[in-house]
């Protein structure tokens, strides 16, 4: 059984079919009959996709099943190509600070202000972010690179100074990758 959790919001008769179904499916079948339940399952719950017949402007993660009857197949079919786009996305796109890193696009932004990275800028600034200490240059070569080498080299320094160089040019923020003696990190 996966981790997601497919609420059914205000469709008991959906919602006891697929509860009726669930260990055949990859998702948690949840039911919320009216908005209280649906924050409350929301809350409870990080992974989550809302079936509705109707658009709710206050949700994310919603699959709206406005055209029925359907069938049972093409129904599940539908939910996990839905919960594939919201998985995607919530992987792909996520808040550093008071910056979004958007993957997909390779984009840092602030304030509907965007930046283009590289592949590698975007690498580095995910892997700084999900680290708790400082990164020594070891280690991003290693981790990001894939060197495996003692070489003396300064591909990392290099790439590091021109990517705080772009992040103060478009941002003026001059503490956005900080070095200290153990290495870099994300401020």
């Known amino acids: 059984?996966?981790?997601?959790?497919?609420?059914?919001?205000n469709l008991k008769s959906l919602y006891l079919i697929l509860k009726e179904l669930?260990?055949?499916?990859s998702f948690k079948i949840l039911d919320a009959p009216n908005i209280k339940d649906l924050n409350d399952k929301i809350?409870?719950?990080?992974?989550?996709l809302i079936i509705s017949q109707k658009k709710m402007n206050d949700f994310d993660n919603q699959f709206v099943l406005d055209n029925l009857p359907i069938k049972i197949s093409?129904?599940?079919e539908k939910i996990n190509i839905q919960s594939?786009?919201?998985q995607?996305?919530?992987k792909s796109e996520f808040?550093?600070?008071?910056?979004?890193?958007?993957?997909?696009?390779?984009e840092l932004i602030k304030k509907n202000i965007k930046l283009k990275l590289t592949e590698k800028e975007a690498?580095?600034?995910?892997?700084?972010?999900?680290?708790?200490?400082?990164?020594?240059?070891?280690r991003l070569q290693f981790d990001v690179w894939g060197y495996r080498s003692k070489l003396e080299t300064h591909t990392v320094e290099t790439h590091v100074y021109r990517l705080r160089k772009k992040i103060l040019k478009k941002f003026n923020d001059n503490n956005f990758i900080i070095s200290n003696k153990n290495g870099y990190k994300i401020n």
């Open 88 to 90: 995607y996305n919530d």
């Open 22 to 25: 669930e260990e055949y499916l």
């Open 123 to 138: 690498n580095i600034i995910v892997y700084l972010f999900q680290s708790d200490n400082s990164v020594s240059v070891d």
């Open 95 to 106: 808040k550093i600070n008071q910056y979004t890193i958007d993957l997909n696009s390779r």
């Open 1 to 9: 059984m996966s981790n997601q959790n497919l609420i059914i919001f």
């Open 74 to 76: 093409k129904l599940i």
């Open 43 to 48: 809350k409870n719950s990080k992974n989550y």
């Open 84 to 86: 594939l786009k919201t």
